[in-house]
């Protein structure tokens, strides 16, 4: 049995884009967890068996939407909270990309990038003789592009 290559949890980046032309993504800091999340609304139909109308039907599911999400958790590095900030009190949404280092395919394209524009939004948590925690999270606002990329 061949074993598969799998990634340690460093090769995950996640970056906050700033709106600008061109765009300048800055990497966020102190993430301990990482979801990111690809979900579908369907349509269900039953389609009977025409051979046999008495049998029990099947279900047939037709894709109607498409939609994404993400979460990342962790200590709140200060040096990324006016970042993060400015993603989650503004109206719009805001680009992000999360980069997976070695998960790419093809020649010269190690990185599997995901990107898209979000609503994004965070919770800050402290409890006292600990370091504060941040949760941002955010739900995409269109598509999510998935595609390989050359190491910078």
Request: with cysteine; glycine share 14%; proline share 4%.
């Amino acid at each position: 049995m061949a074993k598969p290559t799998t990634q340690k949890f460093g090769a995950g980046t996640f970056y906050i884009g700033d709106g600008a032309t061109p765009e300048v993504f800055t990497k966020v800091c102190g993430f301990t967890e990482v979801e990111l999340a690809l979900d579908k609304s369907t349509n269900d139909t039953t389609v009977p068996d025409c051979d046999n109308p008495d049998a029990p039907a099947w279900t047939e599911r037709d894709v109607v939407s498409l939609s994404w999400s993400f979460s990342f958790a962790g200590v709140m590095a200060v040096g990324s909270l006016d970042l993060i900030e400015g993603a989650s009190f503004g109206g719009e949404s805001t680009n992000i990309r999360f980069d997976l280092d070695g998960a790419g395919t093809g020649s010269g394209t190690p990185i599997r990038r995901y990107a898209g524009a979000a609503h994004v939004k965070h919770t800050l948590n402290g409890r006292f003789g600990e370091k504060y925690k941040i949760n941002v999270s955010g739900e995409g606002d269109g598509e999510l592009v998935k595609s390989n990329v050359a190491a910078a």
